[in-house]
């Protein structure tokens, strides 16, 4: 081969290789979560706790064997992670089943974990799929402090309703537009003022600030505030199940494959422990995940 053309060569060579890098998830200026394939994905998170240890368990799995995972973490509510997992900026995100359907019909009346499965089959486009939802399941719940529970004998959200008009209820920023229309429907509960507490709902309640306040079933403060969930024989807050949402074109078998055994393991009790060291002993989230691959045999 002449010179010219062994120079021509090397030329398209590393052209080629430049074409390569520029596609990969690490190009700022690129919006690809992954190549369905090329070994590298995208995995996001919403911007509360137990999202985020979610988040890490399943990418440090993926990473355990092999792996490039790019993480995205905190990004916000589902309002803004569905179009980025919908235009394959994501290519991995942990939902919760219930929830996600929620948000996609909101009139569905679905409540077991199959029939939720089912009706998000039915809405999700195309492009996008669940995995095997886990057996952990963190339900949103309405939650009152027991000293309202025992004053007003309050055991569901049915039993709100003669004091709704008194009372504040708080919960992450979206819960109000989400929900308000559903209590008004189903329980027939027109609350008084809604607020927006976030992460630190628990507390609100506890202190005085809420009188009801959406907590996740799994927060370890229910327990260690002394709160009460309240039942919902409405089902307003159907199955919720720990359920990765992955964009179709930016995973393979094998990532799936990783994804569905971290669900397998994954147990309400067990979450609800994990969810104890990340929110009360204020342990790393990444560093819990990462003994949870570890001693469930991913890692």
Same mark, same amino acid.
């Given at each position: 081969?002449?010179?010219?053309?062994?120079?021509?060569?090397?030329?398209?060579?590393?052209?080629?290789?430049?074409?390569?890098?520029?596609?990969?998830?690490?190009?700022?200026?690129? #919006?690809? #979560?992954?190549?369905?394939?090329?070994?590298?994905?995208?995995?996001?998170?919403?911007?509360?706790?137990?999202?985020?240890?979610?988040?890490?368990?399943?990418?440090?799995?993926?990473?355990?064997?092999?792996?490039?995972?790019?993480?995205?973490?905190?990004?916000?509510?589902?309002?803004?992670?569905?179009?980025?997992?919908? $235009? #394959?900026?994501?290519?991995?995100?942990?939902?919760?089943?219930?929830?996600?359907?929620?948000?996609?019909?909101?009139?569905?009346?679905?409540?077991?974990?199959?029939?939720? %499965?089912?009706?998000?089959?039915?809405?999700?486009?195309?492009?996008?799929?669940?995995?095997?939802?886990?057996?952990?399941?963190?339900? $949103?719940?309405?939650?009152?402090?027991?000293?309202?529970?025992? &004053?007003?004998?309050?055991?569901?959200?049915?039993?709100?309703?003669?004091?709704?008009?008194?009372?504040?209820?708080?919960?992450?920023?979206?819960?109000?537009?989400?929900?308000?229309?559903?209590? &008004? $429907?189903?329980?027939?509960?027109?609350?008084?003022?809604?607020?927006?507490?976030?992460?630190?709902?628990? %507390?609100?309640?506890?202190?005085?600030?809420?009188?009801?306040?959406?907590?996740?079933?799994?927060?370890?403060?229910?327990?260690?505030?002394?709160?009460?969930?309240?039942?919902?024989?409405?089902?307003?807050?159907?199955?919720?199940?720990?359920?990765?949402?992955?964009?179709?074109?930016?995973?393979? $078998?094998?990532?799936?494959?990783?994804?569905?055994?971290?669900?397998?393991?994954?147990?309400?009790?067990?979450?609800?422990?994990?969810?104890?060291?990340?929110?009360?002993?204020?342990?790393?989230?990444?560093?819990?995940?990462?003994?949870?691959? &570890?001693?469930?045999?991913? #890692?």
């Amino acid at each position: 081969m002449s010179r010219a053309l062994t120079v021509a060569a090397v030329a398209a060579a590393a052209a080629m290789a430049l074409t390569a890098c520029s596609s990969s998830s690490n190009n700022p200026l690129g #919006g690809s #979560g992954g190549s369905g394939g090329s070994g590298r994905v995208t995995i996001g998170s919403a911007n509360f706790p137990e999202n985020v240890l979610l988040a890490s368990i399943y990418s440090q799995a993926l990473q355990a064997k092999g792996i490039k995972v790019d993480e995205k973490f905190n990004i916000g509510s589902r309002e803004v992670l569905y179009g980025q997992i919908k $235009d #394959g900026s994501l290519a991995i995100l942990p939902e919760y089943n219930g929830a996600l359907l929620a948000y996609l019909d909101p009139k569905s009346t679905a409540a077991t974990s199959d029939d939720v %499965n089912a009706a998000l089959a039915k809405e999700l486009p195309g492009s996008l799929e669940i995995l095997n939802s886990a057996p952990a399941e963190d339900k $949103d719940s309405l939650t009152v402090s027991k000293a309202i529970a025992d &004053k007003d004998d309050l055991k569901s959200i049915a039993d709100l309703a003669p004091f709704a008009g008194q009372f504040t209820i708080g919960g992450q920023p979206e819960f109000k537009s989400r929900r308000e229309q559903q209590f &008004k $429907d189903v329980y027939g509960l027109d609350f008084k003022e809604w607020k927006p507490t976030a992460d630190t709902t628990a %507390n609100a309640i506890k202190d005085g600030t809420l009188q009801v306040g959406d907590v996740f079933t799994t927060d370890p403060r229910i327990v260690s505030l002394g709160l009460v969930s309240l039942d919902d024989p409405k089902n307003v807050f159907g199955a919720q199940n720990v359920t990765p949402l992955v964009n179709k074109s930016k995973v393979n $078998d094998t990532e799936t494959g990783v994804l569905n055994a971290v669900s397998a393991k994954l147990d309400t009790a067990g979450l609800t422990a994990l969810m104890k060291r990340v929110s009360v002993d204020k342990d790393d989230p990444s560093a819990v995940a990462k003994d949870w691959v &570890k001693s469930n045999g991913l #890692g």
